[in-house]
Each structure stands twice: as C-alpha cells, then as structure tokens.
C-alpha cells in the first residue's frame, strides 16, 4: 500500500547512543518532515526537507540530524542520545501544494534509557 | 509568537453529550486548517480539513468544524459522542508561506463514559 513507512518501529537506547530513524514514502512527494510528539506539546517539528538533498531546521532541531540523499527517504539521526530525547517520532511527506495535506508514517517509539 | 491553541486540554464526557474543542490559531492570510485524530496506541488519522468555500466542514465519524475567520477560530463538533471516540484531538494549521509546515495544537484528550 502507498503510504510513508518509518523504522523501526521501537527502540531503546542508553545515553550516549546513536541511531538513524528511517522514513520512507513511495508518493513522490517533493517535502518530507520528522515530528515529535511529547504528552501535552502536541507535534512539533524538528526538520523538514523540501526537496531531494535539502534540509532546514524546525522549531525543536537541537540534538538531532537529518539527511534526503534520495526523493523517497528522510533519515533522522541521534548523534548521543539523550532521556529529554525520549519520544514518539512521526514522519510525514506532502506534495509541496498545501490543499494536499500531510500522509504521516505510524511513528516510532523511542525510549533513552 | 504565532501558534495554534486548543483551549481544553482535557474533556470528560458521558455518551450521547454534545461536543466542542475549541481551536483558534493566530496566523493571518490564508491558511489551510485541519483536525487530526489520535486513538489510544495509533497514528494521526485526519478527521476533516478546510482548505476554502463553505466554512462549515463535515469530516469523517460524524465530526464537523465551523472556520469563523474573523475569530481566526475553527471549533470542532459533534452533536451526541461514543464511547469510541476517547481519543486526543489535535488542530493543525498549515500558515500561507513557510514550504506547507503544519503547525499543531498541544492537543485535547477526551474521554467518553458509557
């Protein structure tokens, strides 16, 4: 089914760690964005792309690194981990035309332990 | 700061209530709106979304929204919940500019008594 795909799904890490969340979207669609979401905060973004090999940061971007080697994937990276770190990650890709809306992926689930 | 509010954070009601949440944003131009559902352990799923014309919005699952411009307000209703409906409601806002970046509320969790 088309649609965006995150991985994984769950995760923990210790402090200190580093890992790479992946999203991937078979839409074609030109902007991608990762989320996270924290009891009370609602989403909030940290990067967003809006084409193949650009990134911009968002309103939460500290600690964290993104990359959009290829149109159809938007990496999340924790360089060290942190337990103010600890959060659902959404992903999300739209077309670039805001009558379109957002497809989200179904989230990760990331505890730092 | 520009921001989109959600007035309740909590709402507790018995079925067969009537229902509102009251969302108001403060970006001026247009804007797209939208009202996202999260249910107990899933993703978003998009309730309904105005985007121009009739300012009142039907969306899935019997939810409507009322986009009163000269409010900068877009209140989600529904006339009588279920018990099927405890969920968290986010309002969203896509500003005109700024490459399409949706903007949310903190969010309204409701919980619906039998």
């Known amino acids: 089914n088309a649609g965006v795909t995150q991985t994984p799904k769950f995760r923990v890490l210790k402090t200190g760690q580093s890992m790479t969340l992946l999203c991937a979207q078979d839409?074609?669609?030109?902007?991608m964005y990762w989320y996270r979401q924290d009891p009370g905060m609602g989403l909030r973004l940290i990067h967003y792309?809006?084409?193949?090999?650009?990134?911009a940061k968002g309103e939460v971007p500290d600690g964290y690194n993104v990359s959009r080697l290829k149109k159809q994937n938007f990496l999340l990276g924790l360089e060290s981990a942190a337990p103010s770190q600890t959060s659902v990650y959404f992903c999300?890709?739209?077309?670039?035309?805001?009558?379109?809306?957002?497809?989200f992926g179904s989230g990760t689930r990331l505890t730092v332990v | 700061a520009q921001s989109v509010s959600q007035h309740n954070h909590h709402v507790i009601l018995s079925e067969a209530a009537s229902l509102e949440l009251g969302c108001n944003y403060s970006?001026?131009?247009?804007?797209?709106l939208f009202w996202y559902v999260q249910y107990p352990g899933q993703h978003l799923q998009l309730l309904l979304k105005?985007?121009?014309?009739?300012?009142l919005v039907k969306g899935i699952k019997g939810f409507e929204a009322e986009f009163i411009k000269s409010k900068f307000s877009f209140n989600l209703r529904k006339p009588s919940v279920q018990w099927s409906d405890t969920a968290e409601y986010f309002c969203?806002?896509?500003?005109?500019?700024?490459?399409?970046?949706?903007?949310f509320g903190a969010g309204t969790r409701l919980a619906v008594h039998p």
């Open positions: 999300a890709s739209s077309q670039g035309d805001r009558n379109y809306g957002y497809t």
């Open positions: 839409m074609n669609h030109e902007y």
């Open positions: 792309s809006v084409g193949e090999g650009t990134t």
């Open positions: 970006y001026g131009g247009t804007v797209n």
């Open positions: 105005y985007f121009s014309g009739d300012p």
């Open positions: 969203a806002v896509i500003p005109s500019g700024g490459y399409n970046k949706l903007i």
